[in-house]
């Protein structure tokens, strides 16, 4: 089992929908976790942290399940520059490197 | 610019050649991750630096490559006799210490092995 693992995708949604994306991590010791927001050809973002049950910032909120090792990010009211690749993350290790999952890519339609 | 550079941005080599990449962290910024992400993949964590040390080094980091940091600022990254399997984008990011602190990334250098 991977160690983050996220829908595949890609999800396609117009302008204003509500769409979430799901990730379930394998490390149950896990404390904190990160959603990245990855723009073609560029670097990845932190667009939110998770510290606790969740977060939520404007459009954006994201939920934690520590129960079933679940993290979810949810987006309303789409806008067309939300297209772009949704990475789950997970700080590992005494280093604090990032585990990544593969991606979740989304496209907002006019 | 006050975030984290990476140079060359793209490089093309032939298989066998050695290629050799610098990142400069954000000035005060004590850690530096090295990643790599190959198409439609997330990145992954090849090494890292606390400082000028070399503190953790993934599996995926094999002999033919080699990292050094040696004044704890900028750092590189260097692939001997690289091979078709190098290709990717190679990702440098850093961040201050502490546990939850954010790490921020440079644009990336793409490598391309012919």
């Known amino acids: 089992r991977k160690e983050v693992e996220q829908d595949p995708g890609p999800f396609n949604v117009p302008e204003g929908a509500t769409v979430a994306f799901n990730c379930t991590y394998s490390n149950s010791a896990s404390q904190s976790f990160f959603w990245y927001r990855q723009d073609c050809r560029k670097e990845p973002k932190l667009l939110m942290s998770v510290y606790s049950s969740g977060n939520e910032d404007g459009r954006f909120t994201a939920q934690l399940n520590r129960a079933s090792q679940y993290i979810s990010l949810l987006i309303r009211d789409s806008k067309l520059s939300d297209s772009a690749t949704y990475l789950c993350v997970v700080p590992s290790g005494s280093a604090r490197q990032l585990t990544f999952g593969s991606g979740t890519q989304l496209t907002v339609l006019p | 610019d006050t975030g984290v550079s990476q140079n060359p941005r793209h490089k093309i080599t032939k298989r066998g050649q050695n290629v050799t990449f610098r990142c400069d962290p954000i000035?005060?910024?004590?850690?530096l991750y090295w990643y790599r992400q190959t198409l439609g993949q997330g990145p992954e964590f090849l090494t890292y630096?606390?400082?000028?040390?070399?503190?953790?080094k993934s599996r995926l980091l094999s002999d033919r490559f080699s990292a050094e940091r040696p004044k704890g600022s900028f750092s590189t990254l260097e692939i001997q006799r690289t091979e078709q399997g190098d290709s990717a984008m190679y990702l440098c990011a850093s961040s201050e210490g502490g546990a939850y602190n954010e790490q921020f990334f440079g644009p990336g250098t793409r490598l391309t092995v012919l």
């Open positions: 000035s005060e910024h004590n850690r």
């Open positions: 630096f606390q400082n000028e040390a070399q503190l953790e």
